[in-house]
């Protein structure tokens, strides 16, 4: 079956300091892969999302960028951190090629910025 | 993209169903609708999803009118576990389609 996994569950940060989250996929191949940010009390809000290695597509301009140099592994990264940059990050799944098979997501990493 | 509308909370005894509407009017054709829940500090756990037919699996029912405007998430028999807070979204789960997510309705199963 497959498996999500992000890490860490929570981080604290100083204001500038750099930013890496990592989430990877098990049990599956070529899959789409998403970056959400939830703010408390929100819904998600899609931040990236790549359909193969090398390929990102944007939704919302910001301090953020995204990697993915592997198959099943998505990166979530940040130059210099803002105290808008906290929230909770999800990273999600979902099978490529069927548009209506649901995404998948991984218990997320809690940001907090000092 | 569509939206959604849904109560904001909404109590359920233990034992019984829990019926949670939403109101999609603006749904397309090709529009899905899926049902997601979060309990506090996880990730959202998919439930259900349909088109135009009822859809049942071990977790939930959904039931969708024939116009398709709105739906009903059914939790045969709710447990203090179902408590959560439960998303209904329209639309179609491919790469480059900005799903809509609203706040959601925060169910509350009361022993």
């Known amino acids: 079956s497959q498996t999500i996994h992000q890490w860490p569950a929570t981080l604290v940060q100083p204001v500038g300091s750099p930013l890496s989250l990592e989430c990877t996929v098990e049990g599956t191949s070529n899959p789409n892969l998403y970056w959400y940010r939830q703010a408390a009390g929100r819904g998600l809000q899609l931040l990236f999302y790549s359909v193969g290695i090398g390929q990102i597509s944007s939704e919302v301009p910001q301090n953020l960028s995204a990697s993915r140099p592997q198959d099943r592994q998505f990166i979530l990264s940040s130059k210099k951190l803002l105290l808008s940059d906290s929230g909770f990050y999800l990273c999600a799944w979902s099978v490529q090629g069927i548009s209506n098979q649901p995404q998948h997501f991984g218990d997320g990493t809690r940001l907090s910025i000092l | 993209d569509a939206k959604t509308t849904q109560p904001t909370s909404m109590d359920c005894a233990e034992g019984r169903a829990a019926n949670l509407p939403c109101n999609h009017s603006?749904?397309?054709?090709?529009?899905?609708v899926y049902w997601y829940r979060q309990i506090h500090s996880q990730g959202p756990q998919y439930i259900i999803h349909?088109?135009?037919?009822?859809e049942t699996n071990e977790m939930a029912s959904l039931i969708i009118t024939e116009d398709r405007k709105s739906s009903t998430l059914i939790l045969p028999h709710a447990t203090l576990r179902d408590t959560a807070v439960y998303y209904c979204i329209v639309g179609l789960m491919d790469s480059n389609y900005q799903l809509i997510w609203g706040a959601g309705t925060k169910l509350i199963i009361k022993p």
């Open positions: 349909g088109l135009k037919n009822n």
């Open positions: 603006t749904i397309s054709g090709n529009e899905y």
